[in-house]
């Protein structure tokens, strides 16, 4: 799927914060259809994390998916994609995406190792990058 059209993809799934489920569920099969491990991380109720990744991460991608409401979903004129998400923060999951797919392929001989997490909830993940820095 090329890099716009998840944009427009994710815009169009209603994920107003406390009902993400449809977005991470997407999310978790997309990667993994691309060769990621990914899984939901349950947080409470149908709320899971998204992670996600190839080999041994050693650069780490983090946003979140829940989104202020009211949803609406994704429009676009020559220039820009609007909606829902589009900037805050689904562009930064899609943009996240085609980087890591980039990193893991296209590195040289480097072995670089993408790891993905997408949150429920943006405040998630400030406690999930500090417990991933220990």
Known sequence: MHLFELVRTLVNIESVSGNEAACTEFLR???SD???KAELQPVEGSRANVFAQRGN???VLSTHVDTVPPFF???EDEEYI???GACNAKGIVAAQIAAAER???EVLSLP???YLDAAVQDRIVAA???ALRR
Request: aromatic share 12%.
């Open 29 to 31: 099969g997309y990667l």
């Open 82 to 84: 609007y909606g829902r």
């Open 73 to 75: 979903p994704a429009s």
């Open 103 to 105: 990193l893991a392929a």
């Open 128 to 130: 999930l990058e500090d």
């Open 112 to 114: 670089m190792h993408p």
């Open 34 to 36: 691309r060769g990621f």
């Open 57 to 59: 991460p050693e650069v």
